[in-house]
């Protein structure tokens, strides 16, 4: 039952993605809506034990988050800033969208996959270890996306000026706080 927590935490980022330009409040009619998605979903899952089912509920959440953090970026202005932002939504949702592909594969042709890693032994059994790269990927994608919501948040809270969206070794990205000349944030 691994899938279920999956439409939970896409929830909570599509709720901060639509809560993302807001000073203060709660938008209760928000939080109410994907609390009986969750529900509807979770009900639907348990009833049926349908995968196609939870990999379309799962798949419509990242299209509304993938579009939400489209529609963010391009309301920032043109600039340095604004590139960094979409550059990292690139690698966040290629790296997600490449885990969702593993994920589907795997579903698709388990029991080959099975063979070919038999087949080749170890180490290289690992290349074809689908259901490995469905977690490794989302979960760059997933940590790739929560570094968008923070640069974004930090833009719409006016201390984007603070931070630069940088690439360890040129691949993975991370936060980087500018300190100025006495070492402060």
């Not at 990292?88 to 080959?112: E, I, K």
């Not at 032994?121 to 919501?149: D, E, M």
């Amino acid at each position: 039952m691994d899938e279920l927590p999956m439409i939970y935490a896409t929830s909570i980022s599509m709720y901060c993605l639509f809560e993302m330009n807001k000073r203060a409040g709660m938008d209760w009619k928000l939080l109410g809506l994907l609390v009986l998605y969750c529900t509807f979903v979770t009900v639907a899952y348990l009833l049926t034990h349908e995968p196609v089912f939870h990999q379309v509920a799962y798949a419509l959440q990242m299209f509304i988050v993938l579009g939400r953090s489209v529609h963010l970026v391009r309301s920032i202005p043109q600039g340095p800033y604004r590139r960094s932002l979409a550059k990292l939504a690139t690698f966040s949702s290629l790296t997600f969208a490449g885990g969702f592909v593993m994920w589907n594969l795997d579903n698709a042709f388990c029991s080959q996959l099975q063979s070919a890693r038999h087949s080749v032994g170890l180490p290289l059994a690992a290349v074809f270890q689908f259901h490995g790269w469905w977690h490794v990927l989302t979960s760059l994608g997933c940590y790739g996306f929560i570094l968008l919501n923070q640069a974004m948040r930090l833009y719409f809270l006016g201390r984007h000026h603070k931070f630069s969206i940088c690439y360890y070794r040129g691949l993975l990205p991370y936060l980087h706080h500018n300190l100025d000349d006495k070492g402060f944030l």
